[in-house]
Every structure is written in structure tokens, then in C-alpha cells.
């Protein structure tokens, strides 16, 4: 499967802040996904990371808050916004080589606090 | 949203025991996927189950896809401490290959 890469592995960041978490992939994938992990909990998805072209974001979350970048099929980014302690969470980029419900593969992610 | 419920929530067992975990659903899926989180780690693909009453095994570790398709179970044999961690069952939902997940259950192995 994919070898897929996040950086940082870690932050700690300032209440109001932006940060941008990267995510990189050793092969080409058709389809790219962000989650957020909130302390002891599952794995909640933020959006589809769609090739040059907006992402789609799920319920409850907005582009203003989580930007999201796809430049090509190997390379994404998601950009935590004016954080809040709420916002203290993993972030997870994973991958699927095809859109026809093949399973996703994860990046190890991104432990963001926020003080 | 689809919700999925995870049985247990956590565990404690015995090194050698074997562990049996499962998850339940009100709605209909036409695949079961299982995946384990260790510590500072993203989830791992475990199992992928694509039809009702599949069973399918990857050493240890069997899974089935239950008969309604509202439902899989995981069960893990001899139990060893590298077992330890999350165990996630997702689902498709919607277009695209999204992934809703499960509520997780957490097992420890005590020596």
C-alpha cells in the first residue's frame, strides 16, 4: 500500500493562530481525505481533498475554518484556522487508490495542541 | 448521521486469551472494514469485508461480515501484548469511498 507521509508529526500552537499540516504520498492516488481525531475519540471525516478543485466538506465543517489544498494526485494540505483550544485534536490525512469504495490507508498524523 | 456502535468499549485480558469484539449499525452496508490505531499511530487496515456472511482471516485475527449487512465482529486468537490498542470498524457511506467509523473498542493484555 501507499507510503504516505505528514508533516508536522506534532505542534503546539497559539490560541487565534493558523497551522498548515501536509501530507504527501509515494505513488499517485485517485482519492485524498482529512479526519479529525478528538481526544479519546473515532475518527471523524473533515472533507475529500479534491484535485484542482474545491474540496467537499462534511457536516459541520467549513472551507473559511479548514482550508484544504490538492495541487495533484500526491500532495494535500489542511490549514487549521484561527485555533482555539477546541481545535486540539489529530489530524489525519489517509488515501484510496480508487473511488469505488476500496479501503483507505492513513498517515500516522498530526497531534496538534493548542494553549 | 449513520452511527456505529462498538462492543465493548474496552477490554482487559489475559496474554493467550482470544477476544471477541463487534459492531452494530441500524442501517445496511455493503462493506465492513476493520482497522487497529496503536498509540501516537494512524489506524491500520486489518480486515475488508465486500459480502454478507463473508468470513475472512488475516493470522490471528478472523472477521465476519454479518448476514443483515448491519453488522461484523472481529474476534482475535491467542492474544499477545502487541495486540494492544483501538480497534475501529468503519463503513462506506455516501460516494467516493468515505469512511464512517466506528466508536472504537480498547483492549489491553496483562502478562
Known amino acids: 500500500s501507499a507510503v504516505i507521509s505528514q508533516k508536522p508529526s506534532r505542534d503546539i500552537c497559539q490560541r487565534g493562530t493558523s497551522l498548515t499540516i501536509q501530507c504527501q504520498v509515494d505513488?499517485?492516488?485517485?482519492?485524498m481525505f482529512w479526519y479529525r481525531q478528538q481526544p479519546g475519540q473515532s475518527l471523524t471525516l473533515i472533507a475529500t481533498?479534491?484535485?484542482?478543485?474545491?474540496?467537499?466538506?462534511e457536516s459541520g465543517f467549513v472551507i473559511d475554518k479548514f482550508p484544504i489544498s490538492r495541487p495533484n494526485l500526491t500532495f494535500s494540505t489542511l490549514t487549521v484556522s484561527n485555533m482555539s483550544p477546541e481545535d486540539s485534536s489529530i489530524y489525519l490525512c489517509?488515501?484510496?487508490?480508487?473511488?469505488?469504495?476500496?479501503?483507505?490507508?492513513f498517515g500516522d498524523g498530526t497531534r496538534l495542541s493548542i494553549l | 448521521g449513520q452511527q456505529l456502535n462498538q462492543s465493548p468499549q474496552s477490554m482487559f485480558i489475559q496474554e493467550g486469551e482470544d477476544v471477541s469484539m463487534n459492531c452494530t449499525s441500524s442501517?445496511?452496508?455493503?462493506?465492513w472494514l476493520w482497522y487497529k490505531q496503536d498509540p501516537g499511530e494512524g489506524p491500520v487496515l486489518l480486515i475488508a469485508?465486500?459480502?454478507?456472511?463473508e468470513l475472512t482471516s488475516n493470522g490471528r485475527l478472523t472477521a465476519q461480515f454479518g448476514i443483515t449487512r448491519k453488522d461484523s465482529f472481529l474476534n482475535i486468537s491467542a492474544s499477545i501484548p502487541s495486540d494492544v490498542g483501538i480497534y475501529f470498524c468503519?463503513?462506506?457511506?455516501?460516494?467516493?469511498?468515505?469512511?464512517?467509523f466506528g466508536t472504537g473498542t480498547r483492549l489491553q493484555v496483562t502478562l
Open positions: 469485508l465486500y459480502k454478507a456472511g
Open positions: 505513488s499517485q492516488v485517485t482519492m
Open positions: 489517509s488515501v484510496a487508490v480508487s473511488s469505488s469504495n476500496q479501503p483507505q490507508h
Open positions: 442501517s445496511i452496508f455493503n462493506t
Open positions: 481533498a479534491n484535485q484542482g478543485s474545491e474540496a467537499t466538506y
Open positions: 468503519a463503513v462506506h457511506t455516501g460516494t467516493a469511498s468515505k469512511l464512517t
